[in-house]
């Protein structure tokens, strides 16, 4: 047996490189592609076209957040608060009277006003956009403090005065002298304050208030009273503590003598939804609410909400009725979904995702017609095939398991090549093949 000359005995294959979708093939200098004709470079540059302007408008956007986050004041927007600078705060007055050395606590709940007034301290109660609970009325009258309570609705004005005052409604006029003797009224002199108060009786223990800025008609503005244990003031009239109106008359002389009695003012300002009352508090299921931060008589709600959910989903449930099989009205031949799944690939130039289909196949079928079993690897497939074809170990491996085409058209001699390779194939395969059966046709036939 002759041996072939070097330059043509079939190189030894080499070990197999992994592409997409096939077997791993000979290793080659060519660069990795990863995928359908793309590096790793090239995919992240993909990715970072598609993502930089979602990424850049979430960039400005939190951007914007923290630029607002820093230079936004720390100041509210509630009126009468000691920290809003609006003319319907009351920043002014609580700004002088930090400098005069009083501590403004300022809180919202009553809870917390009852837990940090006491004896020796003013609790200022500012005007409620709602209205206060019988309990929390009670809570605050047994804190101990001196009170101080502008424009009180009816309830708060009997109790806290002990029925010797009763609320009714006036207007505005002109400044008028106190024509009292409290010594707080005295010093603001005249004011322009809206009337609101009159006296009912002599009041419990005979504490009489003093009532000052009177309108003629039976009303004051202004009212205090003394008791054994503390004082109650009660105003009228909230422009003496608003910004906007703290500076008419002698409107800050009264606000500051006031609340500057003590070195400790707690400064409430009254949330609409808060059902506190500092003792004994109820639970969140007792008040009827799903849970510490929703409103009270949530949780009825939110029941008849999930009723209504239910009963609405069997109502639609018992309409649409039951599932019903039907077939497809249209059968898609295979042949059609291949040619179609091919223009898709030809029109998105995946030319890796395609050839690695169509050389995973290639390798499989040629596996079969060899008698490889389908668990052979690729160093086992490319030596059968270069053993059937006597065709370079490379040029199989490359054929079977190389890179993905590239996007230039190859040149004649490789397209010569595989076309005779192709040829000198389909000649064994016909060899190959056992010769078709002849049927003798009768004569009566021809």
Same mark, same amino acid.
């Given at each position: ?319 649409? /009725? @039951? ?11 295979? #042949?059609?979904? !291949?040619?179609? =799944? %091919? +223009? ?57 398991? /190389? @890179? ?11 397209? #010569?090549?595989? !076309?005779?390779? =192709? %040829? +000198? ?22």
């Amino acid at each position: 047996m002759t041996s072939l000359p070097p330059d043509l005995a079939p190189a030894p294959p080499t070990p197999p490189t992994a592409v997409s979708g096939a077997p791993a093939g000979p290793t080659n200098d060519a660069p990795v592609i990863i995928g359908d004709d793309t590096t790793g470079r090239s995919r992240a540059a993909s990715r970072w076209r598609r993502m930089r302007w979602p990424l850049t408008v979430l960039f400005v956007i939190v951007l914007l957040v923290a630029f607002l986050a820093v230079v936004r004041p720390a100041t509210s927007a509630d009126s009468y608060a000691p920290d809003n600078p609006e003319d319907d705060g009351g920043m002014a007055v609580a700004e002088v009277l930090k400098d005069q050395g009083v501590r403004v606590t300022h809180v919202t709940r009553v809870a917390d006003a009852v837990s940090a007034a006491g004896p020796d301290s003013t609790l200022l109660i500012a005007p409620n956009p709602s209205f206060f609970a019988d309990d929390q009325i009670s809570a605050l009258n047994r804190t101990g403090a001196d009170l101080v309570v502008l424009e009180p609705d009816f309830d708060m004005v009997g109790s806290i005065s002990q029925d010797t005052l009763e609320a009714t409604y006036g207007e505005s006029g002109d400044p008028v002298a106190p024509q009292c003797d409290d010594p707080t009224a005295r010093a603001a002199g005249e004011l322009a304050l809206r009337p609101g108060l009159t006296e009912t009786s002599t009041g419990a223990d005979g504490v009489r208030p003093a009532l000052c800025w009177p309108d003629g008609l039976g009303g004051y503005a202004y009212a205090r009273l003394e008791f054994p244990d503390r004082s109650v003031t009660v105003v009228s009239d909230a422009a003496v503590l608003r910004n906007g109106t703290v500076l008419d008359e002698g409107n800050a002389a009264l606000a500051l003598r006031m609340l500057g009695e003590h070195e400790d003012l707690v400064w409430l300002v009254p949330d609409p939804m808060d059902v506190s009352t500092g003792d004994d508090e109820p639970t969140p299921a007792q008040r009827g609410q799903v849970n510490a931060l929703m409103p009270p008589g949530s949780a009825p709600v939110a029941l008849i909400a999930v009723l209504a959910a239910v009963l609405l989903a069997l109502w639609r449930v018992r309409r649409m /009725g @039951p599932l019903v099989v039907e077939d497809l009205p249209v059968l898609v031949r295979s #042949a059609e979904a !291949t040619r179609g =799944r %091919a +223009r898709l690939y030809r029109a998105a130039r995946a030319r890796g995702h395609a050839a690695a289909g169509l050389r995973a196949s290639a390798a499989d079928r040629v596996a079969t017609r060899l008698g490889l079993a389908r668990s052979s690897d690729a160093n086992t497939v490319v030596d059968a095939v270069v053993a059937a074809t006597n065709r370079p170990s490379q040029q199989v491996a490359d054929l079977l398991y /190389g @890179p993905p085409p590239l996007t230039t058209p190859r040149s004649p001699s490789s397209r #010569a090549d595989s !076309t005779s390779w =192709r %040829a +000198r194939s389909t000649d064994r395969d016909r060899t190959s093949r056992p010769p078709p059966e002849r049927t003798c046709a009768h004569a009566s036939d021809r």
